[in-house]
């Protein structure tokens, strides 16, 4: 190869590099087989603690469900996982198609026009939803209402700074605000009047932007019904591992109205000169690889692979089974906060509100409680007082189809020794 | 052979999947809940059974390109092999079952693999701090901006403008524009390399950073980067790697010796985390010393062989994302890394580096070569003298080679080449896949001069031909403008016919 380029060494290929920035090698060890690396991997991976599924009662923005077989079967085709973003058309139909399938899926759910190809998680999703409505209205102030996701304000805060966007966590909107965000269900898991925080949004001319559960929104009504203007949420819980944060999937839907701000990638249906259906990549003159700094997003690698995981989730689902699942976390994270409700100094935190499958209850000494649980093997509530200050004391508990009637006689056993 | 659509395979017919029964006597939904707060009919989800699922997405995958069977010439996207041992490293329960909310005593063995996951980039990269948290080269590119935002505003500098040169990854000037900068273009000199005479005319007292990548975007080094850092830090400005083609020098330089205060790493690039078909990414930022205090909270801490996240962070820019990244990239990155080790990571840049050396030699006779080599990990080439003589374009040379069983170079880019086709063999293809695509491009070239309608008409094997984007964009426009029902950008049902 080296005759062929008419070089002698390597060497001959970088002289451009000046001699004063050579190395002479990585301080870095040598590489292993194989067998040595997993061996070292394993061992990391064995120092971590993993709490049984059916144990698992914390959730605070990522949970544990079942998970078809399905979905790790599709998503481990190396057609899918090894191809790029499907710039070349004729030959990524079937990320392209997955895509689109994705995307139909999240309307749906969403009860809104279109989505997006997927964002990189709940916490961005947001923001970039913010960004939407600045741009949309041209307004530099966001009203948080209620108590959503913590760490999703902290991204929004950390956005909504390089682009000047002020983010308000107390007080109604104004003139002044670009749009009103709200969780359903919170993320203490209560449900909020999306309704009523929608139209007090459209009042004073803000967009509304509902934070959404994606299994919840099989029973709730969702955002296009009650007339929120974006709709977006994590959606790890359609088929993703927690896998300790990430990846998972930010989605993001919109009325029609909105569709030139929507960040990211989009895919539309076109046809060839035969006439045969196909798909690719659409409305690009919102991208940054064409519109560069006046793109509505930077956004350019995303999260297809998760957005497919998703897909197969939902198509293995299906309507009823989706509704399905919701019902029986539903059902027994009722029957577990009466439980917990009535252990001695225990108290549901806000008893006049309605939830689903996530609560807020006071435990008297709740870090000890949980420490307690962990000794036995489970994960109990969030505390979530480390992000709110008001809720001293306050666990949340989350249960869902993986939390078997036996799983929650072992929680209550636990807490009554 | 196109597939139908999930939503044109449902039928009513079907049954929901066996799923776990309450087993418990509390209520259901509508019992408790007020109607209003209900759905009022099921979303539109298609009913298929499993088998038809299975088939439906396995047809799909088939209509793809991908590396684990197709050469991936794509440049600026480093299309390497992914080692299957990365998936398995990833998926392992003590990985993939863990809860972000755990206690920290509880997850030690993840802590420390981001702990010397962040050593190991600082090493390759020559950084003192690496943040794990952003999640895709473009958020790490943003992040990186914030910070040295937030280290200027510390020292009273409020520095307004960010440098981006005309060869430049779109994602630059957008972040920088997210950022809350004002983007000012430096241009190319004649061998393709920044020039030196415009960077000082554009350098002034609001320069707050210069984003470079290097080697640059057509595949060549930046001779003069010492000069360049040393012009950029006079001024007072930092200057920014865009880790895109950092594949080109792991172990034979560090973006940190030359002058880089901000670097960021794409793992599903340079480190072989799969690209999904457009991802998850991971995108690293490693950053100087006088940086560190903005880094993104939180931080992972080791202290006497404990590992900590560290929240008390005052100066911090904050959070770019959830938890503490896309965890499961940072196994398979590091999965890499240690197999590699330092020497592997030396041989696969240097590799990289002959291979497109010998591809660019064995096309330089059927395309242009508008600048000169050698070059590093990747070469642009250029289609112009073709679409002068006889209409072929870039395009339709990437549609033949399609037709040939290869995915296309990045065609159009960078955009201060006509005709551009970039292409990035990276040290995964043998010797014979890379004389097997320049016989491809030689036989198109050859068929450029005889006979140029028929690449108009590529490709031709392949599931659809070439699909007319620009009638999809018309169809979109007319029904965002409410001349039409049909969405394009999602699938409706057909209206119910008379029957």
């Given at each position: 190869m ?6 002698r060494?390597?060497?001959?290929l970088?002289?451009?590099i ?32 993993v ?62 026009d ?5 964002l990189?998680d709940g ?10 409505a ?10 948080v ?5 913590p ?8 956005f909504?700074e390089?682009?000047?966007?002020k983010?308000r ?5 104004t ?9 359903q ?6 449900l ?32 296009g019904?009650?007339g929120?203007d974006i ?9 993703l ?25 989009l ?16 409305l ?7 519109r ?8 350019c690698?995303?999260?297809s ?13 299906g ?19 009466d ?6 100094g225990?108290?549901?935190?806000f ?5 689903l ?14 420490r ?6 489970i ?32 929680l209550?056993i636990?807490?009554?020794? | 052979?196109t ?7 449902s039928?009513?017919?079907?049954d929901?999947?066996?799923l ?14 007020p109607?209003?707060v ?24 088939s ?12 440049g600026?996207?480093?299309?390497k092999?992914?080692p ?29 693999l981001?702990w ?9 990269v020559?950084?003192?701090r ?17 910070m040295i ?9 409020p ?43 554009k ?52 973006p ?17 985390t ?15 010393a ?12 080791r202290?006497?062989?404990?590992l ?9 820019i904050?959070?770019?994302?959830s ?11 590091y ?8 020497d592997g ?10 291979s497109?050396?010998?591809?660019r ?7 242009e ?12 080439a250029?289609a ?5 003589e ?7 040379i990437?549609?033949a ?51 140029p ?8 094997h ?9 009638a ?13 029902e ?14």
């Amino acid at each position: 190869m080296l005759e062929t380029i008419g070089v002698r060494s390597i060497e001959d290929l970088l002289v451009d590099i000046p001699q004063s920035l050579r190395l002479e090698s990585l301080s870095l060890p040598d590489g292993l087989s194989e067998f040595e690396t997993m061996v070292q991997v394993k061992a990391l991976a064995e120092r971590n603690r993993v709490f049984p599924d059916r144990l698992t009662f914390r959730g605070g923005g990522v949970y544990r469900r079942f998970i078809p077989a399905a979905v790790a079967a599709v998503t481990s085709k190396p057609e899918f996982y090894t191809a790029y973003t499907p710039y070349q058309a004729e030959a990524s139909q079937g990320t392209l198609q997955a895509i689109f399938e994705y995307q139909t899926l999240i309307a749906e759910l969403t009860a809104l026009d279109v989505s997006n190809a997927s964002l990189y998680d709940g916490a961005t999703a947001v923001a970039e939803a913010a960004m939407m409505a600045h741009v949309h209205n041209g307004r530099d102030e966001v009203v948080v209402s209620g108590y959503v996701h913590p760490e999703y304000v902290q991204v929004l805060r950390a956005f909504g700074e390089g682009r000047g966007i002020k983010v308000r966590t107390k007080g109604e909107p104004t003139k002044k605000t670009a749009a009103v965000i709200f969780q359903q269900p919170d993320f203490l898991g209560l449900l909020v009047d999306a309704r009523a925080t929608t139209t007090a949004a459209h009042d004073v001319g803000a967009l509304a932007i509902a934070c959404v559960d994606p299994i919840s929104l099989a029973i709730l009504a969702p955002p296009g019904e009650y007339g929120a203007d974006i709709a977006v949420g994590e959606g790890q819980q359609l088929g993703l591992a927690p896998s300790y944060g990430g990846p998972h999937v930010g989605f993001i839907a919109c009325k029609k109205e909105l569709v030139r701000k929507l960040p990211g990638r989009l895919v539309g249906t076109a046809h060839d000169a035969q006439g045969r259906r196909g798909f690719v990549l659409a409305l690009a003159a919102r991208e940054q690889h064409i519109r560069r700094e006046k793109a509505t997003s930077n956004i350019c690698t995303n999260h297809s692979l998760c957005a497919l995981a998703a897909a197969v989730y939902l198509t293995y689902m299906g309507p009823y089974g989706l509704k399905q699942v919701a019902e029986v976390s539903f059902k027994r994270a009722h029957v577990l906060a009466d439980r917990l409700a009535r252990l001695p100094g225990w108290e549901l935190a806000f008893p006049e509100r309605q939830f689903l499958n996530e609560f807020p209850i006071r435990a008297p000494k709740s870090s000890a409680v949980v420490r307690k649980l962990a000794r036995k093997g489970i994960l109990g509530g969030l505390d979530v007082s480390r992000w709110f200050r008001e809720l001293k004391g306050v666990l949340t508990f989350t249960c869902t189809e993986v939390n078997d009637a036996r799983a929650l006689d072992e929680l209550v056993i636990a807490l009554e020794s | 052979m196109t597939e139908p659509l999930s939503f044109e395979l449902s039928r009513p017919s079907v049954d929901p999947p066996r799923l776990p029964d309450p087993e418990v006597s509390g209520p259901a939904p509508s019992d408790v809940l007020p109607r209003e707060v209900l759905r009022s009919r099921p979303p539109g989800l298609p009913r298929l059974s499993e088998p038809e699922i299975m088939r439906h997405y396995s047809r799909m995958a088939s209509l793809n390109y991908s590396i684990s069977e197709n050469f991936y010439p794509l440049g600026s996207c480093t299309m390497k092999y992914n080692p299957v041992a990365n998936e398995a490293a990833a998926a392992l329960p003590g990985f993939a079952g863990l809860h972000p909310y755990q206690d920290e005593e509880s997850v030690q063995g993840a802590l420390e693999l981001m702990w010397r996951l962040e050593q190991a980039l600082c090493a390759i990269v020559g950084v003192d701090r690496v943040t794990l948290q952003p999640a895709a080269g473009a958020h790490g590119e943003w992040t990186a901006l914030r910070m040295i935002r937030a280290y200027q505003h510390s020292k009273g500098e409020p520095r307004t403008e960010v440098l981006v040169p005309d060869s430049a990854h779109g994602t630059n000037p957008a972040s920088a524009a997210l950022s809350g900068f004002q983007v000012v273009e430096v241009l190319s000199g004649a061998d393709g390399r920044i020039s030196l005479a415009d960077l000082e005319s554009k350098l002034s007292p609001r320069t707050s950073a210069l984003m470079l990548t290097n080697p640059n975007t057509l595949g060549l080094f930046e001779r003069e980067i010492l000069d360049i850092a040393e012009l950029v830090h006079s001024t007072g400005a930092m200057l920014y790697y865009d880790g895109a083609n950092l594949n080109a020098f792991m172990g034979i330089c560090r973006p940190g010796d030359m002058g880089f205060d901000a670097v960021h790493m794409n793992l599903h690039k340079t480190f072989t985390t799969p690209h999904g078909g457009g991802g998850p990414g991971a995108g690293p930022v490693g950053v100087k010393a006088e940086l560190v205090p903005f880094l993104p909270s939180p931080t992972v801490e080791r202290k006497n062989g404990h590992l900590a996240l560290d929240f008390k962070r005052p100066q911090s820019i904050g959070r770019v994302r959830s938890f503490y990244g896309n965890f499961g990239m940072l196994v398979r990155a590091y999965t890499y890394i240690l197999a590699m080790g330092g020497d592997g990571l030396s041989q696969a840049s240097q590799d990289a580096v002959l291979s497109a050396n010998y591809l660019r030699k064995l096309v330089e006779g059927d395309l242009e070569m508008p600048h000169e080599g050698p070059c590093m990990h990747e070469f642009v080439a250029s289609a112009a003298h073709l679409n002068h003589e006889d209409g072929v374009r870039a395009l339709d040379i990437a549609k033949a080679l399609l037709d040939r069983r290869f995915y296309a170079p990045t065609v159009y880019f960078p955009l201060v080449v006509p005709e551009a086709i970039m292409v990035e063999p990276t040290e995964t293809e043998s010797k014979a896949t890379l004389e097997a695509f320049a016989q491809a491009v030689k036989e198109i070239v050859a068929q450029a001069r005889s006979n140029p309608q028929a690449l108009h008409e590529e490709p031709r094997h392949l599931p659809v031909g070439r699909l007319d984007e620009v009638a999809a964009a018309r169809r979109i426009n007319a029904y965002l403008q409410g001349q039409s029902e049909d969405p394009v950008l999602r699938w409706t049902a057909p209206a119910e016919s008379a029957s």
